[in-house]
């Protein structure tokens, strides 16, 4: 027998129900940004669950949520399961709540099975993890990491000039224990995937080895505005031309570079913008990654150097601004090998996978033993409010999550 | 002794001076829309220095203004010579203007000289050619050639739902002549280039053997929208990467038409527009020109078989909708060799150039022998405010005109 089905069966109507009313909009999505009213409800709401569990709830200087079941060792650190409350304007109902609703039911799945850890068990909200109320994401889970600095943290704004520590303020979330010293012994976040992969290969489970490196830029590329009539296509300085190559270019040089390269154009301002006027004046975006530091670091040169032989071509000038770096992370092995033997116990199909997207484990890695867990999610939508992952995915998902901890419970710190 | 060189000399002075106030920009250029209160003040100027040169000034049922110097048979046709002097909200201080006042300038000679020619000589202002204020374009040189219908032209409207027909009434243009009954012998359309053929080869004087046919598309790609860090390059449906990849292929398809061929991407909207985001839409247009009609389908044939490819090697969805199609003009062999041979005459340099933009004459040609003169503007540029042409280059043409005149009034419709 699972003892644990049942509850972790209920995570899916959680999610689909009481907590989708906080904020929840009408499409079936979720608008609830980080520190808004909607935001004070679902923390709320955590905050009694976690009490309804006999969970002691504390609340950090960044807003950031403990819930603790408690272990037989007090001693010991605890190990820490969680992810956001917090969602894009037009978010899903699955991308960050779901690994903090795991967590609650497998502390629920202990308490209904009167099972004893000796490790403490926690689940945690981390504030603001989208960054699309204050920029940039991942705030709280950095400062908690040391990636950023608290009192800088303090001072961003939202567009209507409030701070988060203001919004912090407002909501009572502005804890008392300084951010950063509650001691984590690992940390594991499970997650809709994102992205395609799983769906598309038909595996319940992604064990995430990873956050690919990512690097950012903003192209400008200035031509001639011509008439489109009267010049000559060897007398043109086409900048939309330009930027057609620049695209065709950096998906070759990802194709390149593997399998787990990508490159995307996905901003780009055309000026005059005249059906019947070329181009004069383009800014474009490029975000080139890949796991692996070095063929993100091969990808940006080949890209650097091709990109002016084309714009030679072209007759225009090009400035690339390199406007974001973050290096590759890699995942503890341990906390990673756990994941996998887990669900090979379980029978789960699964893969080894790469996160493309940034996530609070990210900046866990650095700190603490961490690890991802995926599920597939339909299509591989995400930050859209057609979000979507299947009721048995989650299950298994949160099910895995509980067999981890409780291997890792078993396993780690023994004297 | 060129007897008219002084007359010609003053055009560009009267160009830069006494014209460019009615609308004239703080950026040295002109705005002056089509019936507008400048452009009104313009026409009134324009039938003021009609006046002064004895002309007779009649106003037709579209607000064309003809000038009338006249000739010594009132059985014969005039030879008009002309253009427009409405411009762009941004436009220079040549493009249409240049060609009216060179007109006059011709008129004025021949005054000056007391010469007598056998034919009247007109020069007309054709209402609302940019089509800035009321669209499409060349309309009232359309409604004379019998292009368009006087009545659905009556009743389009600017932006702020002024009808052609009220702007008429208002600025006192709306004339008695029905529009298309005025007799026309020959055209002759004296403009900038606005093109940077000429200025690139140093020849003086463009012989304009006609206008290129011109096809205009709206393109849409439907991919889909992904997350740029979790999606595999192989499982994407990128419409910016499709976009990319049209440009490219448009132009390559224009190279392989020979050097005439031109294609233009001068717009592109690209959804949902974000850096991290594979684009799910997108909206481009693309324009196709060449001389000859049978390249014109000849691009567009090979564009639609090719694209389609594209639109399936990137898994997007495309549709093509071909917006306009204006076949190519052929000038009048005779008018034509006439402006060659006086422009060799007076050892002028020149070259056979086809129009790549539209022109009132491109109309006339539908109903009249029919030739335009181009000069060089400089860096091509036109529709714009920086628009530029050399005084000796405005003398040149202006000369030119004059000279093909008299030629013309010379050989014409002898019996």
């Not at 006999?54 to 272990?71: A, E, K």
């Not at 009267?230 to 270019?249: F, I, Q, W």
Request: with cysteine.
């Amino acid at each position: 027998m699972n003892p644990l089905e049942k509850p972790s069966h209920r995570i899916s109507k959680r999610a689909l129900s009481e907590t989708a009313r906080f904020g929840g909009t009408q499409k079936g999505g979720i608008c609830r940004l980080a520190l808004s009213k909607e935001d004070k409800q679902v923390r709320d709401w955590l905050s009694r669950e976690g009490e309804k569990l006999l969970c002691t709830v504390s609340i950090d200087s960044m807003g950031n949520q403990f819930l603790r079941y408690p272990g037989l060792d007090d001693s010991l650190p605890p190990l820490v399961m969680g992810s956001h409350l917090d969602t894009q304007p037009t978010g899903g109902k699955y991308d960050g709540i779901y690994g903090v609703l795991a967590g609650l039911a497998v502390i629920r799945a202990l308490r209904a099975n009167e099972c004893k850890t000796r490790h403490a068990i926690e689940v945690v909200n981390w504030t603001n993890e989208e960054g699309a109320r204050f920029s940039p994401a991942m705030i709280s889970s950095g400062v908690f990491s040391g990636v950023f600095d608290q009192q800088a943290a303090y001072k961003i704004c939202d567009r209507n000039n409030v701070s988060i520590k203001d919004a912090l303020e407002e909501t009572g979330y502005l804890g008392p224990i300084p951010c950063g010293q509650h001691p984590v012994r690992a940390y594991f976040e499970l997650h809709i995937e994102q992205g395609p992969v799983l769906e598309n290969e038909k595996k319940t489970i992604g064990v995430v080895t990873g956050v690919q490196g990512m690097r950012r830029y903003i192209i400008s590329i200035r031509g001639q505005a011509a008439h489109a009539g009267t010049t000559p296509m060897a007398l043109r300085c086409d900048a939309m031309l330009t930027a057609a190559h620049l695209t065709v270019l950096a998906t070759d040089i990802a194709r390149k570079h593997g399998d787990e390269a990508k490159a995307t154009v996905g901003e780009i301002t055309a000026l005059p913008g005249s059906s019947n006027v070329v181009c004069g004046d383009v800014t474009m975006t490029l975000d080139l990654r890949h796991p692996d530091d070095e063929i993100v670091e091969s990808m940006e040169a080949a890209f650097y150097q091709q990109a002016a032989s084309v714009s030679e071509m072209t007759k225009t000038q090009m400035q690339i601004e390199r406007t974001w770096n973050s290096p590759s992370v890699q995942f503890d092995e341990e906390c990673v090998s756990l994941v996998r033997n887990c669900a090979e116990e379980m029978q789960l199909t699964h893969r080894d996978i790469i996160s493309g997207a940034g996530h609070d484990a990210a900046y866990l890695a650095r700190i603490c033993p961490t690890a991802m867990i995926f599920i597939p999610c339909r299509d591989g939508l995400s930050h859209n409010e057609a979000e979507h992952a299947e009721p048995e995915d989650i299950v298994a998902g949160a099910n895995l999550l509980l067999e981890t901890i409780l291997k890792a419970d078993a396993c780690f710190d023994l004297t």
